[in-house]
């Protein structure tokens, strides 16, 4: 599993339900993307209860991440080559 604290996260929302990630991305981005449960993206797999989302805001992803022992967080980080490779598999 990659370390995704090695792209500094804005942590939008923390301490959170997967119900309550899922609303927070549906509601608050208006671009959003629905992957598979163990969806990897920067070497991390998405865990959680379906449908899982992911947000895309300017060149920053907003997606929920599930850090064992310490709960779901809804993070932004910079997209890089993940933002294309999301937005190709919608094709």
Known sequence: MGCLEALKPEII????????????IKKNVRE????????????????????LYI????EHLIFPYTKPC????????PGGEELARLRARKK
């Open 13 to 24: 929302l923390s301490q959170a339900s997967f119900k309550e990630a899922r609303e927070y």
């Open 32 to 51: 959003c993307h629905e992957v598979e449960p163990g969806y990897k993206i920067f070497d991390v797999h998405i865990i959680g209860v379906p449908p």
């Open 55 to 58: 947000g895309v805001e300017g």
């Open 70 to 77: 310490h709960g779901t967080f809804v993070v932004k980080v």
